[in-house]
Structure formats: structure tokens, C-alpha cells
């Protein structure tokens, strides 16, 4: 919402006095456009208003309240953008003018126009939730858990703070500042900060199709869990089900029985036999058909994600206020559960019992520096994307810091909720906590953690709020993927997508939902881990990387400390701006070559991944990324002028930021 101008803001402003002449290459602009040029000059301009200032208040320049002085001018433009004489009005008050840069015609009409049109969000709440909401998802419950203790438990607890400070919370803080700033998608923002690398806008939306065709199936399982326990007795508790083998071995049973080598658990047949069914396929050169289950619970999530997100920000601000806050209450439910459980000390203990020496491993740094970095999510267009809907004065620095703090806490905390269970369920078996956690990833919610539910009192509740819960976390977080790709396309795209948002929307998640097919079908579980490993991982933090560079070196630091200080009124510190300009770099360059140079070994259940997968997982990953050298070259080919010049243009701001002040629009470029 804008803010009324006071009285001694537009008095001097709107006054009309009598007529003169501009010279040529004055800075006469109209419909109230406020322009900065490449000496930070501002100019202030209003319909209706043209004026000049007399030879005698040359050296008189009014302070605005944020510390620019401002003019009102009016210069035309030719069809190509050029500055023309003009007849101008001058009140004997006015300030003293410079030479600076215009945006002329229709662009100028158009980038006030989306100004103008441009939603907010109703509440403050509304934004702060939808960004939790976005970084905390299933990652948070199985991910950091497993890593915490595979890398010296407590002990790990050092690397991983030491990298959010360092790298994963200013990656965060300049992406949600950037947004806010510029007030665009993560395509069109490169016009504003360095045009060259446009092609990082193309990269990320690329990338997000790529997270939404998979991670949206794992909810299918989530959905499918959910639907199946709405059973007085949870089908995954007996041997006695049609998809069930030989080797099925209840080891909560009341008879004896003997766990051997082969031995599998109800729950894991029906992960894997009922729901995945992946003994019906061989593989990746063997996907199978179709598991019409699963494509009936993935219609259904796509369905709800698409009225939560086709009318903007205003509708999903309010899915978030249950989508958000209902994992945090089921969360402390099961902890409270989990902690009464008989051996849930030895989890805990296990979870948190530090292994110094592990710190001087340089994987675990790497695991640290990986796990801040995908948990907080800078680099898919997510944050730029919500950040650009704030007001513009809001406190991005505040909500940098709150968002991910929350973010982090419940990853610790989550560490709770799994190993109290884990360490019940080594009681049940009298084994290790070791020998029991030995799943990772979406095995150890869907196996585990379902098999020790199974066997707890009142099981069937524990079980319905604990996949509804997983269903929470992953839906928001998909209403921020879509929500990055979609902010980005209509603001390139004003004119064709703007008054069709809806319809856009439609053909996005109908795209999804096709390009999600491959992952439905009985060897889907494999297609997920190939993309889970090289579609987002290294792809995504080479896109991060690269921005980090062209906004502290191409942009400048200096600039962009500027921006934030118009917007907050006070200027990052040294410490940001180390950061910024070395600091988070060298941490994404340290991961990306880390993750290049020791390409994971892919294997899930008994199935190891050929070669030629990982040849395929890398051309997946190049193919969102090839997208910014691609633009870079299309870029220098389409600017006129030698190569010198070409490169110049194409590193220098191209379009003004229109600045929010009162009731009159200020650009600054």
C-alpha cells in the first residue's frame, strides 16, 4: 500500500507557474517519474506539471525526506526511446537540475504501470509464513537428521553454524533484499542489476520445473499413506496382505521369531511392493507402466496447489496460515509422544553424542555447507519472487534473520521427533540405534518412522496427522516453486501473461503434472533419486554462485549497500559486505566443486545405478545451466557497437527501479 505524501513533500512539487523553454538534454520526464542516473542524481516529475528551474536557483537543491533532491521535469520521447526539446513550465522555487538518464514511451508507461498494478501481501504475517513455509519442508525432517548424525552428531552441530553464519543467511538476506528492492521476478531483475546475466532468470525456472516434477510425487506417496490410514488396523503392521512375501518378518508380533539377512518388515514391503511397486520394474531401462494410484493422489495435489496459487500472493498468503503453522503443532505432539517412548534416550543419545574427530574431515564441512544451503533455498527464484511483494520499506534484515533462524531450530528439532522413535525402535528389536538407522532420505519417514507408529498406541491418529503433516510441509513449499517461475515469467511478460495470470497457472501445473509421469510410473522411486541428486544440486548452486558475483562485483557492493539503505535507512555492515563479496562465494565454489569432483554413488533399496546414469544426471543438471552462457553470447551478439562497447552495455543496468515515495514513483537506475 503506498503512504500519503505530506504537505511540505508535494507543495513545491505541484505548484504550476508560468511557462519557459528546457534545453535540449535537460531532464524533463513525465508521469511522475523520479530518476536517478549513473551519479545517483534524482529527478521527480508530475502530469500535467512541466517546469524548469530559473538560472538563479541553480545551486539550491531540495531535500527529499529520503535524502535526494528532486526536480520535476518533462522531456518526450521518439518512438526510439530518444530525448526531444520541449516546452517547459518553471516555478521560481524549483531545484536545480543535471543531466541524467530517461526511460522514455511505452517502457516508461509500462514500468509504471506494473508498479501500480502490483499486489502486496494483506499482512506482514502473510509474507514471514509463506517463507518458513517455503524453507522448512521435508528436507528439514529427514534430511538433517540423518546427515547430523552420520557426520558426529552434536559435533556436527559447529560446521553447520558456522556455515549458515558465513554463507547460507547472506545468501538469504541479499536475495529477500534484492526482491524487495527491484520489485521483480528473477528474470526481468537482471535488467536492473547486470543484463548479461539474464540468462540465471531462465536457469532458475528451469530448475524449479525440474524440483516440481519430482518433489511433488513424493507427496503422492505422503497422500497414498494418508488414504491408506483410515484403517482400524494399519496395513502396513502384518504379513498377511496380498503384496506381502516369504520373507515378510513381524517382529512386533507376540510370537517369537528370528530376524535373518533376508528378512524384510511389513512396513518396507509395503513401501516398496504396495505403494512404489517397484519390484515391477528393472530398473531405469525398465520404468514400467503406470501406477494409476499415485497419478489419482498427484491429480489431486496439483488440483489443490492450483487454487492456492491462481489468484497470487493474496490467496496463498492465507493458504500458509494452516499449511505453515500445522507441522509445528504436529511436530511438538510427536515429540511429546516420542519422548515418553520406552528407549527414546538412546536415540537422543545417539543423535547428539559428538564425534570430534570427525571435524577434521572435509566432507562434513562439505555436508554442512550443502545442508544450510538447500535448507534455506536462495537460488530458486523463490525469495526474490515473494520479497518483490513487500512493501517497500519493510525490514527485510529483520525477516532474514527470523526466517532462518526458525528455519534452522526446527531442523535441530526435528532431529528430536526421528531419533526419540528410532531409539524405541531399537529397544523393540534390541539392536543398535546404529542398525536401525540405517534409511535415508524418504525411507525413513515411509519405513521407519511408519513402522514405529505402527506399533504405538492409538497408531492410526499418530499416523494420520503424521502424513498430513508431511503433506503440509511439501505443499507450501511447492507453492513457492511455482510461485518463482510464475513471478518471473509475468513480469518478462507483462503484456501477454499480466491480465491472464490464471491462465498461465493452468498451463504450468498441467506441465508439471506431465512432466511429473516418469516418476509415477512402478520404477518412479529411481527417476526421483536421479533428479533429486543432479537435476537441483549442482546446478543450482553454480546459479547462485554466479549471481553472488555479478551483484557484489558487476553491480556493485557499494550500490547495492545503497539500495538497502533506501529501503531500510541504515546500511549493511563490514561483515555483510565481506560476505557478500568473498565469503559466500568461496562457499558455493567450495560445494560445487566438492560435489563435481566426487559425484555421488547412487543406490536405492537393491538397485545400483548404472554409469550411464550419472552421464545422464549431468546433462540434466547442464541443461538449466547452459541457459546463462547461451544469453550471455545472444546478449553480445544483439547490442551494437564494438566488442569493448557491446560488453560495457551489456553489464550496465539497463532499466530503472521505480522507487515507492508517497504518492509519486521514483526510478532509480
Given at each position: 500500500?503506498?503512504?500519503?505524501?505530506?504537505?511540505?513533500?508535494?507543495?513545491?512539487?505541484?505548484?504550476?507557474?508560468?511557462?519557459?523553454?528546457?534545453?535540449?538534454?535537460?531532464?524533463?520526464?513525465?508521469?511522475?517519474?523520479?530518476?536517478?542516473?549513473?551519479?545517483?542524481?534524482?529527478?521527480?516529475?508530475?502530469?500535467?506539471?512541466k517546469v524548469h528551474p530559473s538560472q538563479g536557483d541553480?545551486?539550491?537543491?531540495?531535500?527529499?525526506?529520503?535524502?535526494?533532491?528532486?526536480?520535476?521535469?518533462?522531456?518526450?520521447?521518439?518512438?526510439?526511446?530518444?530525448?526531444?526539446?520541449?516546452?517547459?513550465?518553471?516555478?521560481?522555487?524549483?531545484?536545480?537540475?543535471?543531466?541524467?538518464?530517461?526511460?522514455?514511451?511505452?517502457?516508461?508507461?509500462?514500468?509504471?504501470?506494473?508498479?501500480?498494478?502490483?499486489?502486496?501481501?494483506?499482512?506482514?504475517?502473510?509474507?514471514?509464513?509463506?517463507?518458513?513455509?517455503?524453507?522448512?519442508?521435508?528436507?528439514?525432517?529427514?534430511?538433517?537428521?540423518?546427515?547430523?548424525?552420520?557426520?558426529?552428531?552434536?559435533?556436527?552441530?559447529?560446521?553447520?553454524?558456522?556455515?549458515?553464519?558465513?554463507?547460507?543467511?547472506?545468501?538469504?538476506?541479499?536475495?529477500?533484499?534484492?526482491?524487495?528492492?527491484?520489485?521483480?521476478?528473477?528474470?526481468?531483475?537482471?535488467?536492473?542489476?547486470?543484463?548479461?546475466?539474464?540468462?540465471?532468470?531462465?536457469?532458475?525456472?528451469?530448475?524449479?520445473?525440474?524440483?516440481?516434477?519430482?518433489?511433488?510425487?513424493?507427496?503422492?506417496?505422503?497422500?497414498?499413506?494418508?488414504?491408506?490410514?483410515?484403517?482400524?488396523?494399519?496395513?502396513?503392521?502384518?504379513?498377511?496382505?496380498?503384496?506381502?512375501?516369504?520373507?515378510?518378518?513381524?517382529?512386533?508380533?507376540?510370537?517369537?521369531?528370528?530376524?535373518?539377512?533376508?528378512?524384510?518388515?511389513?512396513?518396507?514391503?509395503?513401501?516398496?511392493?504396495?505403494?512404489?511397486?517397484?519390484?515391477?520394474?528393472?530398473?531405469?531401462?525398465?520404468?514400467?507402466?503406470?501406477?494409476?494410484?499415485?497419478?489419482?493422489?498427484?491429480?489431486?495435489?496439483?488440483?489443490?496447489?492450483?487454487?492456492?496459487?491462481?489468484?497470487?500472493?493474496?490467496?496463498?498468503?492465507?493458504?500458509?496460515?494452516?499449511?505453515?503453522?500445522?507441522?509445528?503443532?504436529?511436530?511438538?505432539?510427536?515429540?511429546?509422544?516420542?519422548?515418553?517412548?520406552?528407549?527414546?534416550?538412546?536415540?537422543?543419545?545417539?543423535?547428539?553424542?559428538?564425534?570430534?574427530?570427525?571435524?577434521?574431515?572435509?566432507?562434513?564441512?562439505?555436508?554442512?555447507?550443502?545442508?544450510?544451503?538447500?535448507?534455506?533455498?536462495?537460488?530458486?527464484?523463490?525469495?526474490?519472487?515473494?520479497?518483490?511483494?513487500?512493501?517497500?520499506?519493510?525490514?527485510?534484515?529483520?525477516?532474514?534473520?527470523?526466517?532462518?533462524?526458525?528455519?534452522?531450530?526446527?531442523?535441530?528439532?526435528?532431529?528430536?521427533?526421528?531419533?526419540?522413535?528410532?531409539?524405541?525402535?531399537?529397544?523393540?528389536?534390541?539392536?543398535?540405534?546404529?542398525?536401525?538407522?540405517?534409511?535415508?532420505?524418504?525411507?525413513?519417514?515411509?519405513?521407519?518412522?511408519?513402522?514405529?507408529?505402527?506399533?504405538?498406541?492409538?497408531?492410526?491418529?499418530?499416523?494420520?496427522?503424521?502424513?498430513?503433516?508431511?503433506?503440509?510441509?511439501?505443499?507450501?513449499?511447492?507453492?513457492?516453486?511455482?510461485?518463482?517461475?510464475?513471478?518471473?515469467?509475468?513480469?518478462?511478460?507483462?503484456?501477454?501473461?499480466?491480465?491472464?495470470?490464471?491462465?498461465?497457472?493452468?498451463?504450468?501445473?498441467?506441465?508439471?503434472?506431465?512432466?511429473?509421469?516418469?516418476?509415477?510410473?512402478?520404477?518412479?522411486?529411481?527417476?526421483?533419486?536421479?533428479?533429486?541428486?543432479?537435476?537441483?544440486?549442482?546446478?543450482?548452486?553454480?546459479?547462485?554462485?554466479?549471481?553472488?558475483?555479478?551483484?557484489?562485483?558487476?553491480?556493485?557492493?557499494?550500490?547495492?549497500?545503497?539500495?538497502?539503505?533506501?529501503?531500510?535507512?541504515?546500511?549493511?555492515?563490514?561483515?555483510?559486505?565481506?560476505?557478500?563479496?568473498?565469503?559466500?562465494?568461496?562457499?558455493?565454489?567450495?560445494?560445487?566443486?566438492?560435489?563435481?569432483?566426487?559425484?555421488?554413488?547412487?543406490?536405492?533399496?537393491?538397485?545400483?545405478?548404472?554409469?550411464?546414469?550419472?552421464?545422464?544426471?549431468?546433462?540434466?543438471?547442464?541443461?538449466?545451466?547452459?541457459?546463462?552462457?547461451?544469453?550471455?553470447?545472444y546478449r553480445l551478439i544483439i547490442t551494437p557497437g564494438?566488442?569493448?562497447?557491446?560488453?560495457?552495455?551489456?553489464?550496465?543496468?539497463?532499466?530503472?527501479?521505480?522507487?515507492?515515495?508517497?504518492?509519486?514513483?521514483?526510478?532509480?537506475?
Amino acid at each position: 500500500m503506498e503512504k500519503k505524501a505530506t504537505s511540505n513533500e508535494t507543495e513545491p512539487l505541484t505548484s504550476k507557474k508560468d511557462v519557459s523553454d528546457c534545453n535540449e538534454g535537460e531532464d524533463c520526464k513525465e508521469n511522475r517519474l523520479l530518476v536517478r542516473n549513473p551519479k545517483s542524481a534524482l529527478r521527480l516529475v508530475e502530469d500535467g506539471n512541466k517546469v524548469h528551474p530559473s538560472q538563479g536557483d541553480k545551486g539550491a537543491a531540495a531535500q527529499i525526506s529520503n535524502g535526494y533532491s528532486g526536480v520535476q521535469s518533462s522531456v518526450p520521447c521518439n518512438g526510439m526511446g530518444e530525448v526531444e526539446d520541449a516546452q517547459c513550465s518553471a516555478p521560481a522555487a524549483t531545484t536545480t537540475t543535471t543531466t541524467t538518464s530517461t526511460t522514455c514511451g511505452a517502457e516508461g508507461q509500462q514500468q509504471l504501470m506494473e508498479l501500480e498494478d502490483r499486489e502486496t501481501w494483506s499482512k506482514k504475517i502473510d509474507f514471514l509464513l509463506s517463507v518458513i513455509g517455503y524453507a522448512v519442508d521435508l528436507g528439514n525432517v529427514w534430511r538433517f537428521p540423518y546427515i547430523c548424525y552420520q557426520n558426529g552428531g552434536g559435533a556436527f552441530l559447529i560446521p553447520y553454524t558456522i556455515m549458515a553464519i558465513f554463507g547460507g543467511i547472506p545468501l538469504f538476506y541479499m536475495e529477500l533484499a534484492l526482491g524487495q528492492y527491484h520489485r521483480n521476478g528473477c528474470i526481468s531483475i537482471w535488467r536492473k542489476i547486470c543484463p548479461i546475466f539474464k540468462g540465471i532468470g531462465f536457469a532458475i525456472c528451469i530448475i524449479d520445473l525440474y524440483v516440481a516434477s519430482y518433489y511433488n510425487t513424493i507427496m503422492a506417496w505422503a497422500f497414498y499413506y494418508l488414504v491408506s490410514s483410515f484403517t482400524a488396523e494399519l496395513p502396513w503392521t502384518s504379513c498377511t496382505n496380498a503384496w506381502n512375501t516369504g520373507n515378510c518378518t513381524n517382529y512386533f508380533s507376540k510370537d517369537n521369531v528370528s530376524w535373518s539377512l533376508h528378512s524384510t518388515s511389513p512396513a518396507e514391503e509395503f513401501y516398496t511392493r504396495q505403494v512404489l511397486q517397484v519390484h515391477r520394474s528393472n530398473g531405469l531401462d525398465d520404468l514400467g507402466g503406470i501406477s494409476w494410484q499415485l497419478t489419482l493422489c498427484l491429480l489431486l495435489i496439483f488440483t489443490i496447489v492450483y487454487f492456492s496459487i491462481w489468484k497470487g500472493v493474496k490467496t496463498s498468503g492465507k493458504m500458509v496460515w494452516v499449511t505453515a503453522t500445522f507441522p509445528y503443532i504436529i511436530l511438538f505432539i510427536l515429540l511429546v509422544r516420542g519422548a515418553t517412548l520406552p528407549g527414546a534416550w538412546r536415540g537422543v543419545l545417539y543423535y547428539l553424542k559428538p564425534e570430534w574427530q570427525k571435524l577434521l574431515a572435509t566432507e562434513v564441512w562439505v555436508d554442512a555447507a550443502a545442508q544450510i544451503f538447500f535448507s534455506l533455498g536462495p537460488g530458486f527464484g523463490v525469495l526474490l519472487a515473494y520479497a518483490s511483494y513487500n512493501k517497500f520499506r519493510n525490514n527485510c534484515y529483520q525477516d532474514a534473520l527470523v526466517t532462518s533462524t526458525v528455519n534452522c531450530v526446527t531442523s535441530f528439532v526435528s532431529g528430536f521427533v526421528i531419533f526419540t522413535v528410532l531409539g524405541y525402535m531399537a529397544e523393540m528389536r534390541n539392536e543398535d540405534v546404529s542398525e536401525v538407522a540405517k534409511d535415508t532420505g524418504p525411507s525413513l519417514l515411509f519405513i521407519t518412522y511408519a513402522e514405529a507408529i505402527a506399533n504405538m498406541p492409538a497408531s492410526t491418529f499418530f499416523a494420520i496427522i503424521f502424513f498430513l503433516m508431511l503433506l503440509t510441509l511439501g505443499l507450501d513449499s511447492t507453492f513457492a516453486g511455482l510461485e518463482g517461475v510464475i513471478t518471473g515469467v509475468l513480469d518478462e511478460f507483462p503484456h501477454v501473461w499480466s491480465k491472464r495470470r490464471e491462465l498461465f497457472v493452468l498451463g504450468l501445473t498441467i506441465v508439471c503434472f506431465l512432466g511429473s509421469l516418469a516418476t509415477l510410473t512402478f520404477g518412479g522411486a529411481y527417476v526421483v533419486k536421479l533428479f533429486e541428486e543432479y537435476a537441483t544440486g549442482p546446478a543450482v548452486l553454480t546459479v547462485v554462485f554466479l549471481e553472488a558475483v555479478a551483484v557484489a562485483w558487476f553491480y556493485g557492493i557499494t550500490q547495492f549497500c545503497n539500495d538497502v539503505k533506501e529501503m531500510l535507512g541504515f546500511s549493511p555492515g563490514w561483515y555483510w559486505r565481506v560476505c557478500w563479496v568473498a565469503i559466500s562465494p568461496i562457499f558455493l565454489l567450495f560445494v560445487t566443486c566438492s560435489f563435481l569432483s566426487n559425484p555421488p554413488e547412487l543406490r536405492l533399496f537393491d538397485y545400483n545405478y548404472p554409469y550411464w546414469t550419472t552421464v545422464v544426471g549431468y546433462c540434466i543438471g547442464t541443461s538449466s545451466v547452459i541457459c546463462i552462457p547461451i544469453y550471455m553470447v545472444y546478449r553480445l551478439i544483439i547490442t551494437p557497437g564494438t566488442l569493448k562497447e557491446r560488453i560495457l552495455k551489456s553489464i550496465t543496468p539497463e532499466t530503472a527501479t521505480e522507487i515507492p515515495f508517497g504518492d509519486i514513483r521514483m526510478n532509480a537506475v
